[in-house]
């Protein structure tokens, strides 16, 4: 089973940006625990803090894979293009938070994604991307 996990802008940044909302792990590390969590699964890692690379590699990867977990950061609540790159691709998504967008403020109470998704995870930090992996298992 092929997962892509695609973090959009910022999450770059996870570990050093505001710790108090999104812990102080850097992606990279956590991503090397998932794979330790997960050794069936093929998981692979892509973030990009452009638009047009994240509407990309949904195309690259939407009619081969087995699962997409997407945390498109602040574009989920502002691209139109992402939420339609994932409801013109055949692989499923899960939209991913870390933390709860709802008790944040109105603006990330929207999402573009959403209505094109599998299903949302938000507001369980970094273990948000363990459940939706176990989600397509």
Request: hydrophobic share 35%.
């Amino acid at each position: 089973m092929k997962i892509l996990i695609l973090n959009g802008p910022n999450l770059n940044l996870l570990g050093k940006r505001e710790p108090e909302v999104y812990g102080s792990t850097t992606f990279q590390d956590y991503f090397t625990e998932l794979k330790e969590k997960f050794p069936t699964v093929d998981l692979e890692y892509y973030q990009s803090n452009i638009e047009g690379e994240i509407i990309s590699k949904i195309h690259e990867v939407g009619f081969s894979y087995q699962g997409i977990v997407l945390n498109a950061g602040a574009y989920t609540h502002t691209s139109i293009g992402i939420g339609d790159a994932v409801k013109g691709v055949e692989t499923p998504t899960v939209e991913v938070h870390i933390s709860n967008t709802h008790k944040r403020e109105d603006f990330r109470h929207v999402s573009y994604i959403s209505p094109a998704a599998k299903g949302v995870i938000l507001g369980f930090g970094l273990q948000s991307y363990d459940l939706a992996i176990k989600s397509f298992l």
